[in-house]
């Protein structure tokens, strides 16, 4: 399974953004619950949640500061 694409993030609305990274983090929670019991089959999918969750937060702060930069511009 190939890592995704940051384009796919970005296509993302603010709401859905919002979702889809609490949705990365509760999956980080259950893959470190598994590896602690032993029961994690596929150890490659913490890189692959590690790198959305990384780019979720990325297209986040990049529209938390565009909208921090367009009220400065116009005073």
Known sequence: MPLPKISQ?????????SEEILAVKRQL???RLQ???RQLDKPHQFRHAKHRLAQLLTVEGERKRAANQTP???E
């Open 29 to 31: 929670f259950q893959l």
């Open 35 to 37: 590896k602690a019991t």
């Open 9 to 17: 993030a970005r296509e993302l609305s603010d709401d859905k953004l």
């Open 72 to 74: 400065q511009a116009e």
